[in-house]
């Protein structure tokens, strides 16, 4: 299925400039692969990774779709908030832990960031922020030579996750 599913996306994808008319808009992007993804691993699951979350941020994936984390930022601000979602992208879901890291790189340059929980309940948060434009400008700038990988402790793991490019490019929402 995946074999047929690529081979009709890359004629649909050859096709596209000479006419819209053989290409059905409900097939997923080129170099992507039924569900959306554009990493290689088979799993069912009821979501797009390339969709926004419930607060029109941008997604990342926490352990084995587990959990996931949505960002969003204010450029003027400078503020970056995340948010811990559940395994289907829809509810938040409050974890025991009063603050999340994210570790950057620039060049050899190693910075980390502490995110402080926010609204937190029975010790519980579902959202920490932080405001900072220089965390913001690595965020928007992720890429070679720059790397930012999100820490977030739920229930005595630590769940890593590496932001991408394509996760920040608030330029093409």
């Known amino acids: 299925m995946r074999t047929f599913l ?10 596209l400039p000479l ?17 959306g993804h554009d990493h290689d691993h088979d799993h069912d699951h009821d979501h797009d990774h390339a969709a926004h979350g419930p607060h ?7 352990g084995n779709e587990e959990y996931h984390a949505e960002w969003t930022h204010d450029d ?7 948010y811990i979602l559940d395994s289907k992208i829809k509810d938040e879901v409050p974890i025991a832990a009063e603050q999340l890291t994210i570790q950057t790189k620039v060049g050899e340059t190693e910075k980390s960031f502490t995110l402080e ?7 519980k948060a579902s959202q920490f922020e932080v405001t900072d434009k220089t965390l913001l400008t690595i965020l928007t700038s992720i890429g070679e030579g720059t790397t930012a990988t999100l820490e977030v ?20 929402h």
Request: include cysteine; aromatic fraction near 2%.
């Open 6 to 15: 690529t081979a009709c996306l890359i004629g649909c994808a050859s096709l």
């Open 19 to 35: 006419s819209l008319s053989g290409c059905n808009s409900s097939k997923p992007e080129a170099g992507k692969t039924e569900k």
């Open 56 to 62: 029109d941020g941008h997604i990342l994936e926490l």
């Open 76 to 82: 003027d601000s400078g503020k970056v908030t995340i």
């Open 117 to 123: 929980a926010v609204n937190a309940a029975d010790g």
């Open 153 to 172: 402790p739920i229930d005595g793991k630590t769940y890593t996750q590496k932001f991408e490019h394509d996760d920040h490019d608030h330029h093409h």
